[in-house]
């Protein structure tokens, strides 16, 4: 059965610190991974990867994908309260399934100042 | 706003009851996705619709959830005979017609059900 996985779930750090979090999938005819953002409400697209090895860099978060192993990592350097949020990566895939995405469960990042 | 709309925000209805959800897409975005959020998941896909068809449903669609886009444009999602397990945010998304690229995703609309 199609999945993703995330780790870890839940993540305590002090501003200043870095992270990195990790999504794996396991999916039939990949096409696209996605990073997305979730505070309160809706999710905020972060980084679509659809090639392995090349960075998707924006501020102080970036994101890189290996085809290969299956698997994505989102990096945050020099956190800030304001990181706090829900990460959410999510796999289109299929030949028919109308690039739908499936969702890990999420990553909830806790930075304290 | 151009953005993805969704109505009602919040909704609190008594077990048994049916409710309907209205989801306003990007105006140019054929394709549209329903899916449902419960506390300290990820989103899980319900159905799509490119257009006005309805394409793929989930598995978790049960008989009581039914979804139309009449005219390929606004789109609702009916819960009927609702059940305490029903409670949880609904997330409306749409895109263009690629089959890859971003979900733009409304602010959702959060059911309980007493």
């Known amino acids: 059965e199609d999945k993703v996985v995330q780790s870890p779930l839940s993540l305590v750090v002090h501003e200043g610190d870095t992270v990195t979090l990790n999504c794996s999938y396991e999916?039939?005819?990949?096409?696209?991974l996605l990073w997305y953002k979730q505070e309160k409400k809706a999710p905020t697209f972060l980084f679509m990867l659809?090639?392995?090895?090349i960075e998707k860099k924006s501020g102080r978060l970036s994101s890189i994908l290996d085809k290969k192993e299956l698997f994505s990592i989102l990096n945050i350097t020099a956190t800030q309260t304001g990181d706090s949020a829900i990460y959410l990566c999510a796999v289109g895939f299929g030949e028919t399934s109308g690039s739908r995405l499936t969702f890990g469960e999420g990553t909830q990042l806790t930075v304290n100042p | 706003d151009t953005g993805v709309s969704q109505n009602p925000r919040h909704k609190i209805t008594k077990r048994g009851q049916n409710v309907t959800f209205r989801c306003d897409p990007i105006s140019e975005h054929n394709r549209l996705y329903w899916y449902r959020q419960t506390l300290g998941q990820g989103p899980e896909f319900l159905t799509y619709?490119?257009?006005?068809?309805?394409?793929?449903k989930s598995r978790l669609l049960s008989d009581r959830f039914s979804a139309e886009r009449p005219k390929g444009s606004f789109s609702t999602l009916e819960i009927q005979r609702t059940e305490q397990g029903d409670s949880a945010m609904y997330l409306c998304?749409?895109?263009?017609?690629?089959?890859?690229?971003?979900?733009?995703f409304g602010e959702g609309s959060r059911l309980t059900v007493l």
């Open positions: 659809t090639s392995s090895g």
């Open positions: 619709f490119q257009n006005e068809a309805q394409l793929e």
């Open positions: 998304a749409s895109k263009r017609g690629s089959l890859t690229g971003e979900l733009f």
């Open positions: 999916v039939t005819n990949f096409r696209s």
